[in-house]
């Protein structure tokens, strides 16, 4: 007689099926405490806690969620502008300045949405090693209309900003991605000026 075939294999599986059920939801259980235990992402506290929770799981795209809608906005402007001068360089470029300016490019134009560029900004430009320095508890929440500081048992002041969904997030990297938004729009009108040469000289 196979194994399989065997009365007792199949209640051993069915014990290790359960066995694993179990695990599962006991780790989702576990999942669903931790984050009942935090206060509303609409708290300056409760946005900090998720954004220490998700950094604790090496989570860095669920950060993204947590950052302020200015800094939103700018990851989403970087890929679009990225995008459209990529597609201009494509079309129009002679060679070796396409394929330079394509690779300096692919990164954030080839990004599905605003959280890759930040995942790749937070990585290559130390966002998520800054606030790693510090992801102590909350001390003590300071709220002055839609601005807030968050401060931590070790004394580290975070800002945040209300969204306009009510959620708060943090603005420790708006002035670097907004930078960094503005830069992409400049290069994109000289890759439009330049495409724009390029295609009158091959007409």
């Given at each position: 007689?196979?194994?399989?075939?065997?009365?007792?294999?199949?209640?051993?599986?069915?014990?290790?099926?359960?066995?694993?059920?179990?695990?599962?939801?006991?780790?989702?259980?576990?999942?669903?405490?931790?984050?009942?235990?935090?206060?509303?992402?609409?708290?300056?506290?409760?946005?900090?806690?998720?954004?220490?929770?998700?950094?604790?799981?090496?989570?860095?795209?669920?950060?993204?969620?947590?950052?302020?809608?200015?800094?939103?906005?700018?990851?989403?402007?970087?890929?679009?502008?990225?995008?459209?001068?990529?597609?201009?360089?494509?079309?129009?470029?002679?060679?070796?300045?396409?394929?330079?300016?394509?690779?300096?490019?692919?990164?954030?134009?080839?990004?599905?949405?605003?959280?890759?560029?930040?995942v790749d900004?937070?990585?290559?430009?130390?966002?998520t090693a800054?606030?790693r320095r510090?992801?102590?508890?909350?001390?003590?929440?300071?709220?002055?209309?839609?601005?807030?500081?968050?401060?931590?048992?070790?004394?580290?002041?975070?800002?945040?900003?209300?969204?306009?969904?009510?959620?708060?997030?943090?603005?420790?990297?708006?002035?670097?991605?907004?930078?960094?938004?503005?830069?992409?729009?400049?290069?994109?009108?000289?890759?439009?000026?330049?495409?724009?040469?390029?295609?009158?000289?091959?007409?």
């Amino acid at each position: 007689m196979a194994a399989e075939d065997h009365p007792t294999f199949f209640r051993s599986r069915r014990a290790l099926l359960a066995l694993g059920g179990a695990v599962a939801l006991a780790g989702v259980g576990v999942a669903i405490v931790k984050w009942a235990r935090f206060p509303p992402d609409t708290t300056p506290a409760g946005a900090y806690m998720r954004i220490t929770y998700e950094l604790s799981r090496g989570n860095v795209r669920g950060v993204f969620s947590y950052l302020e809608d200015a800094a939103q906005h700018a990851a989403f402007t970087i890929r679009d502008y990225r995008k459209q001068a990529s597609d201009l360089v494509a079309a129009h470029y002679p060679e070796p300045e396409k394929t330079r300016l394509l690779d300096e490019y692919r990164t954030y134009a080839e990004a599905s949405d605003g959280s890759d560029v930040w995942v790749d900004l937070a990585t290559t430009r130390g966002f998520t090693a800054r606030l790693r320095r510090d992801l102590s508890g909350v001390a003590s929440s300071e709220v002055e209309g839609d601005r807030a500081t968050i401060v931590t048992a070790r004394g580290t002041r975070y800002p945040f900003r209300r969204r306009d969904n009510g959620m708060w997030g943090i603005t420790l990297f708006t002035a670097d991605m907004v930078a960094l938004a503005e830069r992409a729009a400049r290069d994109l009108e000289v890759v439009q000026r330049a495409a724009e040469d390029y295609a009158r000289a091959g007409g």
